[in-house]
């Protein structure tokens, strides 16, 4: 359980965080979504005790994460996979985590095991490749057999084997009843690690909801339709309240009612409809639209580029 | 949380662990213990730091003893072999350690893995405590081989000109473990540079500066701040014929401790009192 009050951080004349109060409950993968500089990594530092509250406080477990006793065994925490010195063996590193909170030193092969590094136990680590440090990363976490657990970034320059795997392991972890804390820039992974959502922008916490709820509040479905008499179908549709657009190809795109509506419409004026598909709604086009005015820096063919990943 | 019931799975530990009220320090000492002895470069630096000073300090005995025939009645009376035979010790076998020392920090900063070590121990003086005693630790004994046998080599090169002294001989063990203190006395500045500096170039040059710099900026100060100076103490620690503008073993080592104790206090504070 983390619970941030009020936090804030200041570097300057720059507020990074702003006045942040959440909760992140146990039993579930809370996802915490931003665009990059929206103040994610500052906020999950100060969880962590690395930085100092300008203002406010974070607790975890009900203590502020210094008093901690045996902090490894509480959070076990993923910030920057590539932050490791390169000269040791993966199992030494390993070795003087367990070490510093008095963890037995055979865990040090269990989550070897755990992660699929046991193989490379003993090979220097400034061998490995970013998906191995990343393993590595996610094995100091579990070390302590934690009750919460935090990841920065996980899936940055992971193949698609082990993005998965990731997401395995998050909605593992949760459904025993851990508390897991996930940062990500990628609203597409969100959609579908995560089970809730709190979202930042510009140091400013924008929504903070059940990632279904999310969608639903803040994406408008949208409905492809084509029809012979498409005219006056469309002028109906926008007496209703609808608002229409045309595509490319001759069909509307419809947001404002849905497909039941639009048919129900339809056949009250005996317009002959000849398609009719649901769009769905994107949890991406949610947090574009969310975040638009809280980026730093907009890269419009960025994030159009993003989009159509 | 303590509610929550868990699934066996291989995530799980195998026997939950006694909870603990606060953490004990020997967490934090073995922790920088491990981290010290499993880092390969650790190893080498020992390994050179010996041969090095070894081979340094045989140099400069052939040099001296082959210097003696045209020594002026002074010089001879102020020769002290014990001193000399040390001299590639103080050179480089200290200046490695050191650095090593100071590694142990910045090295952590300059990959992040800094905030690793403060997220396991959030008592940031106790780190930088450990990492401290450990590395004295490791370099004393180190440094005792290496003065040791430089000391022996140097010995037996002066054994030519009939110059040489023994381990038995007044004073001589003395200055040798005052060798081997005075260099561990240099890793903890070394550590507490690493701190307050952070870059390892950076604090390393600082660290020789402060240690060889000494007497270089020391001959625009009077003696009596000199002889107070680190690379100055240093020098006076080892000696076993005391020579004027020098303080005496016993307090060059209280001066060159309590250069320490400063440096770790100081580094401490800033550490603690800093972003990491």
Same mark, same amino acid.
């Given at each position: 359980m983390i619970e941030?009050?009020?936090?804030?951080?200041?570097?300057?004349?720059?507020?990074?965080?702003?006045?942040?109060?959440?909760?992140?409950?146990?039993?579930?993968?809370?996802?915490?979504?931003?665009?990059?500089?929206?103040?994610?990594?500052?906020?999950?530092?100060?969880?962590?005790?690395?930085?100092?509250?300008?203002s406010g406080?974070?607790?975890?477990?009900?203590?502020?994460?210094?008093?901690?006793?045996?902090?490894? *065994?509480?959070?076990?925490?993923?910030?920057?996979?590539?932050?490791?010195?390169?000269?040791?063996?993966?199992?030494?590193?390993?070795?003087?985590?367990?070490?510093?909170?008095?963890?037995?030193?055979? *865990?040090?092969?269990?989550?070897?095991?755990?992660?699929?590094?046991?193989?490379?136990?003993?090979k220097r680590v400034g061998t490995f490749s970013l998906g191995m440090n990343q393993r590595l990363g996610i094995a100091a976490a579990l070390l302590g057999d934690p009750e919460t657990v935090m990841f920065d970034e996980p899936i940055n320059g992971l193949d698609p084997e082990g993005i998965l795997w990731i997401r395995n392991l998050m909605k593992s972890l949760a459904s025993q009843g851990r508390t897991v804390f996930l940062s990500s820039h990628l609203m597409s992974e969100m959609a579908q690690t995560a089970d809730h959502l709190i979202v930042i922008g510009r140091g400013r916490i924008i929504a903070d909801a059940g990632t279904d709820e999310f969608i639903n509040r803040h994406t408008a479905p949208s409905v492809r339709v084509r029809a012979v008499e498409q005219a006056d179908l469309a002028e109906t549709l926008t007496q209703r309240g609808a608002l229409i657009e045309s595509g490319s190809d001759g069909a509307m795109v419809v947001t404002g009612m849905d497909s039941a509506a639009i048919g129900g419409a339809a056949s009250a004026y005996d317009i002959t409809l000849i398609e009719l598909a649901p769009l769905g709604s994107s949890l991406e086009d949610a947090y574009f639209d969310l975040t638009k005015d809280e980026s730093d820096y907009h890269a419009g063919q960025l994030v159009d580029a993003t989009k159509g990943a | 949380m303590s509610t929550a019931t868990h699934t066996i799975d291989a995530i799980h530990f195998t026997a939950p662990a006694p909870p603990v009220r606060s953490s004990p320090p020997s967490w934090t000492l073995k922790s920088e213990w491990t981290k010290l002895r499993t880092l390969p470069s650790t190893w080498r630096t020992a390994v050179a730091a010996v041969s090095i000073s070894v081979v340094l300090g045989a140099v400069l005995c052939i040099s001296q003893a082959n210097q003696w025939a045209t020594m002026t009645a002074a010089q001879r009376a102020t020769f002290d072999p014990t001193a000399c035979s040390l001299g590639g010790f103080f050179l480089v076998g200290a200046v490695l350690l050191g650095a090593l020392a100071v590694r142990t920090v910045t090295a952590e900063y300059s990959t992040g893995m800094i905030r690793s070590t403060f997220t396991a121990t959030p008592t940031r003086r106790r780190v930088l405590g450990a990492k401290a005693a450990v590395t004295a630790a490791f370099a004393f004994p180190v440094a005792l081989l290496a003065a040791v046998v430089s000391f022996e080599v140097g010995q037996r090169v002066f054994a030519g000109k009939h110059l040489q002294v023994s381990f038995g001989s007044p004073g001589v063990l003395q200055a040798l473990v005052f060798a081997a203190l005075a260099v561990s006395f240099v890793a903890i500045i070394g550590v507490g540079l690493g701190g307050l500096i952070r870059h390892t170039a950076g604090a390393t040059t600082a660290l020789v500066l402060v240690i060889v710099g000494g007497a270089v900026l020391g001959q625009f100060l009077p003696a009596g701040l000199r002889q107070y100076l680190p690379g100055t103490a240093l020098e006076a620690a080892v000696t076993v014929?005391?020579?004027?503008?020098?303080?005496?073993?016993?307090?060059?080592?209280?001066?060159?401790?309590?250069?320490a104790g400063i440096a770790l206090v100081a580094a401490s504070l800033r550490v603690t009192h800093r972003d990491a």
């Open positions: 941030a009050k009020h936090l804030t951080k200041r570097y300057g004349k720059t507020l990074a965080v702003n006045e942040v109060s959440f909760t992140v409950k146990p039993g579930q993968v809370t996802g915490f979504l931003g665009p990059n500089g929206a103040g994610k990594s500052t906020t999950m530092r100060m969880i962590l005790g690395l930085d100092t509250p300008t406080d974070v607790m975890v477990d009900g203590k502020p994460y210094r008093e901690l006793a045996d902090p490894l *065994r509480s959070v076990g925490a993923l910030l920057d996979a590539g932050a490791i010195v390169g000269g040791r063996s993966a199992a030494s590193h390993l070795t003087w985590l367990a070490d510093s909170n008095g963890i037995a030193r055979r *865990r040090v092969s269990e989550v070897l095991d755990i992660v699929g590094l046991s193989d490379v136990a003993g | 014929h005391w020579s004027a503008g020098l303080l005496k073993p016993g307090t060059a080592i209280v001066v060159l401790g309590a250069y």
